[in-house]
């Protein structure tokens, strides 16, 4: 991973993780990719960055061959609510994007990451303590297009020798960059409205179970899995990976040990929470701990305190910077 070509950066995890990147291995150690520029972002301004439709194989490839890169981390993608709204542009995008990249890799012998999901299960899967191989036949378009990307990473890797990994994320909270579209988006949403009015209205319904992750465990999971030495690898592609398990009046008490007065009342979606109910409670990640030593950092309250702090000061700063 000496120079990386990462798609969808302005995301949740690329704008992390490109951060990361760079500030372990130097500036143009990461080619940061989006389909949009945002004037002044921070991802964009602290190194090499490329306009890239990830459906356009021709100009990936131009890219990955001017900069030379060794790895390719694919992350543009539709999150599970906006895919099951635009069905055809999730699959179009998703499935045609990650084949172009894994193709940029096979011709280029490049090493290769993307994350699949808890979103590849469905509700045949055994709900708790979801193993890692076991039944997948998700009800959303989203869950089809990472189970045929698992299947795909393990062709690619089978068929060509591509050194393909990845991760089945759950819910990822984190403060710099909101996610868009997804249905684990209450649990940050949460935050912002428990800082902002003290109060939030959860699109969720209470007794929902989901697994979720703070972002430095997510991005430290992508780095170490990536690190890994490919002999230590049974599974490589879509390990189990979480790091709690909570619904929503969970989250809610913990921020209460924050701020004694916040209220959560409910109005639930009930396009996303079908998505919620079809989605496994929690999951087992034996394989991920025993093969490259999975091993995140936050629970529930520690992961709370550190969002409140984080956020209250980033809100804070945006205001300034309004004004
Ligand atoms: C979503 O909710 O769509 C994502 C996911 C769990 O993959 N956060």
Redesign the pocket.
């Known amino acids: 991973m000496k120079r990386v070509l990462i798609t969808g950066c302005l995301g949740q995890i690329g704008s992390e993780l490109t951060l990361r990147l760079r500030e372990e291995n130097g500036r143009d150690s990461v080619i940061a990719t989006d389909i949009r520029h945002v004037a002044g972002n921070e991802v964009i301004e602290s190194g090499p960055f490329e306009i890239l439709d990830v459906t356009n194989k021709a100009r990936m490839m131009v890219l990955a061959r001017k900069y030379e890169v060794d790895t390719i981390i694919h992350l543009a993608a539709l999150?599970?609510?906006v895919a099951e709204e635009k069905p055809q542009l999730a699959w179009d995008l998703n499935m045609g994007g990650l084949v172009n990249a894994l193709e940029v890799a096979r011709e280029l012998d490049l090493k290769f990451f993307t994350p699949s999901?808890?979103?590849s299960f469905g509700p045949g899967t055994p709900a708790v303590n979801t193993p890692q191989d076991t039944l997948q036949r998700p009800t959303t378009m989203?869950g089809v297009t990472k189970v045929s990307g698992e299947l795909l990473c393990d062709y690619y890797y089978q068929k060509f020798g591509v050194d393909t990994r990845g991760v089945r994320?759950?819910?990822?909270i984190s403060y710099k960059t909101e996610?868009g579209?997804?249905?684990?988006?209450y649990a940050v949403d949460i935050y912002y409205e428990a800082i902002k009015h003290k109060s939030y209205t959860s699109f969720i319904a209470p007794g929902t179970y989901m697994d979720m992750m703070y972002m430095p465990d997510a991005i430290d999971a992508i780095i170490k899995l990536m690190k890994a030495e490919p002999s230590q690898l049974v599974h490589r592609n879509a390990f189990n990976i979480t790091a709690m398990s909570f619904e929503p009046e969970q989250i809610a008490a913990s921020i209460r040990k924050f701020i004694p007065d916040f209220e959560m009342k409910y109005d639930v979606d009930p396009v996303r929470q079908q998505i919620a109910d079809s989605w496994p409670d929690s999951l087992d990640t034996t394989c991920a701990r025993n093969e490259w030593d999975f091993n995140p950092q936050y629970d529930l309250d520690k992961m709370t305190k550190d969002m409140l702090e984080k956020l209250t000061n980033k809100l804070k700063n945006d205001t300034v910077v309004r004004h």
């Open positions: 999150l599970s609510a999901s808890i979103g989203y994320f759950p819910g990822l996610p579209g997804g249905t684990t988006d």
